[in-house]
């Protein structure tokens, strides 16, 4: 049989993505980082695969590391799509509120052991001052709190 009939000879594989490979930055690139601080949840303790959950949070500027003034609130909405005993991995779809627009996020995470968890995610779109929005993020879960490291390309 041939690589062709076995269906593996139309896949093309890119790079991985993080800061090993991040795009290079231009003049116009704008950082923005938020942490997000959890209100409320629906995941479950301990997920199986097809388990869906949502999350509701305060959205704050970074200072330091640390959550600073609110700027807004988002949600995320997320699936386990495999879980084994050491952990899970979930993909999320993120909707970042702040005062200056809207940001939409897509990301899939591997969550094994006690964290910090990252994950590459990139930006699918936003409103207002993100209308035009094109880049990636980092997201790092760690307990209650997630940090977003936003890359904005012009």
């Given at each position: 049989m041939t690589a062709a009939a076995l269906g593996v000879g139309a896949f093309t594989f890119a790079p991985p993505s993080g800061p090993?490979?991040?795009?290079?930055?231009?003049?116009?690139?704008?950082?923005?980082?938020?942490?997000?601080?959890?209100?409320?949840?629906?995941?479950?303790?301990?997920?199986?695969?097809?388990d869906n959950w949502t999350l509701y949070f305060d959205l704050h500027q970074s200072r330091n590391g640390k959550p600073g003034r609110t700027v807004g609130d988002g949600s995320a909405q997320c699936s386990a799509v495999q879980v084994t005993p050491q952990g899970a991995i979930a993909q999320c779809q993120y909707v970042l509120r702040s005062d200056h627009g809207t940001l939409a996020l897509t990301s899939l995470m591997d969550r094994f052991g006690p964290g910090p968890h990252t994950a590459g995610a990139p930006v699918r779109g936003g409103t207002r001052a993100y209308a035009e929005a094109e880049g990636d993020a980092v997201v790092t879960m760690h307990h209650e709190r997630i940090t977003f490291r936003v890359r904005l390309d012009d």
């Open positions: 090993a490979h991040a795009r290079p930055e231009s003049r116009n690139t704008k950082k923005v980082e938020w942490i997000a601080v959890k209100k409320v949840h629906t995941q479950p303790q301990h997920p199986r695969a097809g």
